[in-house]
């Protein structure tokens, strides 16, 4: 069931309607019954996987939990958080890398000269179990480190992963933040039901409106043929719109229904195109998977703590991880890549960058505009490094953007600017104004708020492009 | 937070009501150039005149333009050959995108098959029209259109519904008759009265009332609905309603429809056959008379009866006086006679119920083709109509 299609709009209205019935108890249960629903709607087999990893990590965490109120050394706790980290990694790594890995090492080997004919099993890759698994390990490892408590309620646990707003495609939720809002009694207040329609509404309207739009400009430019660099440049706008609503907009649906429920998910995005630079980019996008590939794999790996050498090899290491984390190819492997070498020149560059800054006031604002102008576009290689489905379009891509512009198409770029200017206003609003709920101004009456959402609701009904699946779906 | 005065609730719900109704005005302008302020809607399309209901001379809806004699499509050329295509919907092209209504395609695969631009298809049909109520018009078309060729392919269970019409008419006309009795009538008991009056009294009522509201207020009165949501809001609906639900929906139309009329035909009615044969006859006759070669085209539909049985259900609404298996009797009945017909006459008869794959990829719904089914059943058209054109294209070179 995903967000965008009919069965969604009908049911969550019915899940609201009888949350809002229940005690607290009783709506932990009903919420739990109605995410196992929402996720065997998909498909129910792929629930096994989820409820074991959930299962292993619950009972390790309680082991754990009790080893640590034992006063044992950590080695005792440590066998069980790496049974959980097996699990989880296990799992994820036969869903979604075993045939990539299979037919990687098969071509290696027959260009080296062998014949091989390695196994592989063509699985379905079981939706959000990149987001799940790395739920399911915060927690334990968070446990492991003394950071929260173990649960020793098994539905609770359940709950916090399976929880149908964030389970398929995030925002990834630390237990530490969304375990005492399973526990505790929730209160759902007149604001929070103002921010969740908000957030709905503007998260429908980034998907539907904007992303389903632009998917129109930029499905035929990612191929083997690369076309004119007029295409590539204005599709691969149109490409960083569309992914950006994309991901934003089923972020924000999640935390506006999460919202409406008394539940409050992580921010996810901050305005990531105003980055200016790759560090800052990292801030802004996808803040909770950074986040976590930042506690917990790079803080780990020494971070920033050692000399300059081993922090670029963290940076690498880390941001190639968080590449393939998105996707087994090695297109998104590349991807990363890219990201941890522009994080690497961030860190090389960043003292330069300070002393050659003008003083002035204008001139500052001038600076900043061309270092968000730079990262916008080095963003926006990345993206055909995460859109190209293969190495020689990622070359025919790049050949054809040097290559000069030899066709001007003003058609193609109007409707990509058509549908890009909504966002660009309020995001300049957003940023300008230092809020990012874009309507919280005292001196909007009410009546033209409403006026503002109706608008929305109606462009979100009537006018949004062909429905697509939500690109992080397939992670 | 304060509390929110109530006034300003019903300020915010009438802002957005406003909000929406503007924006779907604007929407309407800016997609199809439609007027702002007066209304819109599918029935600007129709004008009604002494002979019945037609369509409007220039008159236009979204993708549809009407010419000045009111069929869909361009102004008539002179010296060309030209095919009127006489039917419903199917024929109207409602599930079609512009220019893709079959005889739009026809008329495209003939001028290219022949090489030249001397043929034109005529589309002089309208949504909801049938074969016995168009009879009366038939000369008028003649004289408007002058057509060389016509194809007629009627859509069979609104045929369906002059049968209903005409039991509907025996009803009354044997309700005002004397019963033909030799002796007073003996009086019913008042239990019996009292009960009758019971039954009989409310549903008359809520029949006249249905018919009012239906066929009246909201269809046809010179004063439409004037909120364009309420349009776009049916067919979003249309598009999320669940298909249990949409079920439901329609057996329940279905009943209402039994019931109100009091019309349910197990098996084809025995009328049917009868009097479209006498229809079909009558209007190869208005068109033979004047030298024009006649076409029977039989009616494709995609259900079979193992098919999917929500689509038969979908279709049983636009015919709800019999069971699906009834309806399915009357199309393949209807169809036979209309292959008899073209035997006895002489008409040329291309069987599209048997030659269009019963597809549901060629189809909008159970028998309105989509762009796909148009041009299958306009390539069928052309095969068979290519022999005639040519013959006349050559005698007019002769000429």
Known sequence: ????????VLFLPAVLAVYYLLPHRAQNRFLLAASIFFYASWDWRFLAPLLASTTIDYFCALKMESSILAGEAPARRKKFLVISLVTNLGLLGFFKYFDFFSGSMQSLLHGMGFHADLWTLRVILPVGISFYTFQALSYTIDVYRGEIHATPHFFDFLLCVIYFPHLVAGPIQRARSLLPQVVYPRKVTREQIFEGIHLILWGYFQKVVIADNLSRSTGWIFTDKAPDAFYVLFGTYAFAV?????????TDIARGVAKLMGF????????????????DFWRRWHISLSTWF??????????????????????LITMTIAGLWHGAAWHFVLWGAYHGALLILHRAMNPLLSRIAPASAIGRAGWSAARILVMFHLTCYGWILFRAPSWPSIVALTRSLFHGFHVFQPEFAFWILVFSAPLVAIQMIQYFGGKLYFLDYSWIPAEARAMIYAVFFYLIVFRGGPPQAFIYFQF | MNRIPKWRVVACALA???????????????????????????????????????????????????????????????????????????????????????????????NQAMETN?????????????????LKRFPQLVDRVHPDIVVLYPSLAIFGWAVVEAKLQEQRKTRLQPAKTTGPPPRPSLARRVAGRLIRTPRAMIARVYVFLRYKLLAFSP?????????????????????AVSALRFKASIRFEQWRTRTFFPHISDDAAPMFRKDLLAAIDVFESRGIRVVLASHANSITPSGDPFELLRWSTYYPYTNTAGLLELENRLNEVMAEVARERGALFIDTAHR????????????????????????????ELRPEIEKRLADRANR
């Open chain 1, 1 to 8: 069931m995903l967000f965008n299609s009919r069965e969604f």
């Open chain 1, 242 to 250: 569309q992914i950006f609503c994309d991901f934003s907009g089923y």
């Open chain 1, 264 to 279: 409050e998910f992580m921010l996810n995005f901050n305005l990531p195109y105003f980055a200016k630079n790759s560090q």
């Open chain 1, 294 to 315: 930042r506690d917990y794999l790079y803080v780990p790996l020494g971070g920033n703590r050692s000399g300059a050498a081993r922090v670029s090899f963290n940076l």
């Open chain 2, 16 to 110: 957005v009501m406003a909000t929406l109704e503007i924006c779907a005005r604007v929407d309407d302008w800016l997609s199809f150039r439609a007027p702002l302020a007066s209304r819109y809607g599918f029935e600007l399309l129709y004008a009604n005149d002494q002979l019945g209901r037609t369509g409007a001379p220039h008159a236009k809806f979204e993708r549809f333009t009407l010419n000045s004699l009111g069929y869909l499509g361009p102004e008539l050329r002179t010296g060309t050959i030209r095919i009127a295509c006489i039917g419903a919907s199917e024929t109207f092209g409602t599930f079609n995108s512009e220019d893709k209504e079959y005889p739009r395609q026809l008329e495209r695969l003939l």
């Open chain 2, 118 to 134: 001397s043929v034109q298809v005529v589309n002089a049909s309208m949504p909801g029209n049938s074969l016995h109520n168009d």
């Open chain 2, 223 to 243: 004063t439409p609905p004037m909120l364009r949501l309420d349009r776009k809001s049916t067919d979003v609906w249309n598009r999320l309603e669940p298909r």
């Open chain 2, 356 to 383: 269009i794959p019963k597809d549901p990829r060629l189809f909008g719904d159970f028998v309105h083709f989509n762009d796909e089914g148009a041009a299958v059943m306009a390539q069928l058209l052309a095969a």
